[in-house]
C-alpha cells in the first residue's frame, strides 16, 4: 500500500491537534504534508502554515504516531520559483532552512520529498518562467543527492487569468522541465483535481497521461472539485476519476504518495470537516486493492 494522508495545515487542528492526531490514526493515515513557512508571517500564512517555531513539536508529534512527514515549500512570495530568474541567491537563502530540516527527515524514512509551484511570474515569458522553476530544481536536485530517499516534486497547478505565463500548469510544461532537469531524485506532483481543472485548455487531453507523463510521478496530490469546478474538496463529490488515474499509474509500478489535499474550509462548505475528512480517507482505502 502507498503512503496516505492529507495536508498538514494547522487549520485542521486549530486547538486540537492530540484529537486531531487521534483520527488521523484511527484514519490509516501513514503521511502527512507539512506546508512549511519561516519568517515574518501575517495571519492567513499562520493558518495555512505550520511555523518555524512549530517544526520540531509538530514533526515529532506526527513521527510518534508512525506518520512519514512530507514537504511542502511555503506560498509565501519569498519563496516563489520565479525568484530564481533575478535573484537566486536570495531564493537559495529562503531554501536553506527547508533542506536542513530534510536532511534531517531523510534518514528515518523511506521516502521524503519536497513539493513546489512553477515560476508565474506574468512579467516573464513562459520560457523563462520555465528557466527559473527548472534552475530552481537543478539546485535542489543537486543539493538533495546525497541524502537517501529524498526528492524533490514539480507540481502540476491550475491554470489562473492573472498568471498567464506560469511554468508547470499544463502536462507539456511540467514534463518538459522534469525531462530536462533529468535528475533521478525529481519529478511530478501530479495533482489529480488541478490538472482536470486544466483539461480544456489541453487538446486531446483524457483521463490517463501518456506513459512519459505517468514514470515521472513521484508524488500526487488527490482532492475533488465541486459543481463548480473549485478544488480541493473532501473525495465525496465524484468529480475526479481517480480509480482511473492511480490504477494507471498501478500498473506501471508501485504507487507513489499519495497527499489529499482537502481544505478544511471546502470540507466545511460540505459538512463537518473531520467526518468529510474520515469518509475520504475511507474511500481511498477501499479504492487501493482494487488497483492494478
Known sequence: MPLLGNSGSPRWHDGRFEDYLDLLEASGATLVELPLHHGPFD??????HVLESDWDKIIAAYRD?????QLHASLDPRFASERWHGEPEALRREYEPLLRLLAELAPEQAVTTLVLHGAADPALTPAENERATLGLLDWLAERLAPLPGARVALELTARKPHYPTAAATDRASVLRIIETLAAPNA????????DLQNAAAEPGWTPVPDHAFLRQVRHIHLHDLDHAGVAHFPLVLGGVPYPKQLGA??????????T?????RCAARLGDPWSLLADSYRRVEEELPRLG
Not at 519529478?187 to 488541478?194: F, M
Not at 489529499?260 to 478544511?264: G, H, K, N, P, S
Open 65 to 69: 504516531r508512525g506518520i512519514a512527514v
Open 249 to 258: 499509474l498501478a500498473r506501471l509500478g508501485p504507487l507513489p504518495p499519495i
Open 260 to 264: 489529499m489535499e482537502i481544505r478544511w
Open 43 to 48: 495571519e492567513r500564512t499562520a493558518r495555512v
Open 187 to 194: 519529478g511530478i506532483c501530479w495533482d489529480l483535481a488541478h
